[in-house]
């Protein structure tokens, strides 16, 4: 399995979306401070994930969620409540 997650910073208004296939060992990665991009904003809680059979499925579903901003913008709308809690 490959997943693309979301990841909320519980201290910042701060979300990362990424990807990977072991998803709960990548989480305490980030919340570790292993990863450059959210070392910062520690402790992060998982908020979302989607899971696919095909790393390139997931890679290209992170790559729109990264870089077409009404994909995310559609995905933020529909977690608003999941975002909102600290």
């Not at 909320?8 to 570790?32: A, M, P, Q």
């Not at 292993?34 to 989607?50: A, D, G, I, M, R």
């Not at 995905?75 to 409540?81: E, S, T, V």
């Amino acid at each position: 399995m490959h997943y693309v997650y979301l990841l909320k910073s519980k201290r910042y208004d701060f979300v990362y979306i990424g990807s990977t296939h072991d998803l709960r060992n990548r989480v305490s990665e980030h919340n570790e401070g292993k990863n450059q991009s959210t070392k910062f904003y520690v402790p992060l809680k998982l908020v979302y994930y989607e899971a696919y059979l095909n790393k390139h499925d997931a890679e290209a579903r992170e790559y729109k969620l990264k870089h077409h901003g009404s994909v995310i913008g559609h995905l933020k709308k529909r977690l608003a409540g999941s975002l909102s809690e600290g």
